[in-house]
């Protein structure tokens, strides 16, 4: 085995008090940016490149959704707000993650999980609905879960968030590069939504994943962080 | 490990509880009132923008190749009002706006008047609340200019602007003084089209575009907004939308 030493954890499904918190403020946050994003879509379902679109201009996408102009208020109004709790909650979780080696320990893939024949044991035990994480394996994260959480957390996140910052003009004004970055407002809010639909996309598999594995035990170790009635609390 | 991870959650805690204090009072001294559920996330925008623009850049602007073929026209089009048919029936010749309030030299202005003053061009990014966006050239005078040229009293604070059909909205001094806010008479190179806001609209270029507004009747200069309507700053805001909308 060629992983680096770490302290042994003695099961990844057991998670700090900060974990959890800012795990459960994260779902909540995005839950409400997932229901108020559809509610301001729907006002224009319909998604454009570059700087310009609008319902009588050539359109890349038009999307098979109701047009809706009345859920514009609330959907702005709900998501900005959940956008500032998913931002402060998602920057005290990464400052955390990074400054205390979480991050490092946990989340990185371990050189050996990166090899070819590992990814594809991995591939092809989730393939087969199997559990990954057992004997020796089962004190780590597996390499495709891993993969998963630090695209989420370290490209998907931080693309929603720029791209969002994107069709605001008050940010803009002050950082234009915002356009450059993107290819324009509406580039922008075209990523945005492609962006969306990956993390949606990831937590349909993430929770597939919790109800293919130790449901009750993953949900212990995200509450109140035992696994098992006995069990210590994490180190 | 473990103090770290409380050191960090008390930071955390502390942020979403310094919010909550912000929206619990006036973002701004005499300002629009910041209530319901969304006080608080609107006024961390207004206060985080107002820091991030403290240095009153300009937007972009484009050259005339830029301009949109598409520019939707949404709300009130062609006002249904006795008095916005009449003055739109002699081509807005005696069409006066009123600039009032706050001010050394209260006046009313013709569209003459405005046309003989400094003229701003600009081609700029409109984007809309509902998601889309459209570039079109605006000319018109800079409000800041007509406030000089009537002088706003020590004590303003804000510019209130009314619309036909009893509609208002207002603006702190950051944004009406904001050398890209103009009261536009010309769009794209001809005069205002009706749809648009004939005669005279404004730009309100860092923020929505229903911060915009069309078909101007008066302009007035206030030192609080806690007194007009329901001290929300406009009726944008009554119906449910942030007084502020650079987001």
Redesign the interface.
Known sequence: MSRRPTRPVADPARH???VR??HWIGAAAFLALVVSGTG??L??PRLFWG???????PAWIVLPLPVN?DQ???G???H??A???FV??GA?YL??AT???HLYRRLLPDGDQLGPRHLFRDLRAHLRLGSVSDGAEANRYNALQKLAYCAVLLVLAPTMLLSGLT??????????EL?WLFGG??SA?TIHFLAATLLVLFLAVHLWQVLANRPLALMRGMTIGRTASRGTDT? | MSNLSRRQLILGSSALGATGLLGGCEALPGGPRFDGLYAASDALTFAVQRFLLRHQRLVREFPPEAISAVFPTINTTDPDDAEYKRLKAGGFAEWRLPVSGLVARPQSFSLADLRAMPARTQVTLHSCEQGWSAIAGWTGVPLAHLLNTVGLQREARFIVIRSVDGWWDSYDLFDALHPQTILAYGMNGADLPVAHGAPLRLRVERQLGYKSLKYLTAIEAVARLDGLGHGRGGMISDLGLPWYAGI
């Open positions: 700090a008090l900060w918190t800012t301001i879509l006002a224009l700087e310009t679109g609008a319902n009588d201009a102009l514009t208020g609330w702005r109004n709900l900005l707000l956008a500032w709790v402060l909650n005290v400052a955390a400054l205390g080696g069709m605001s003009p008050g940010v803009t004004t002050a950082f234009p356009f407002r509406q809010r180190p």
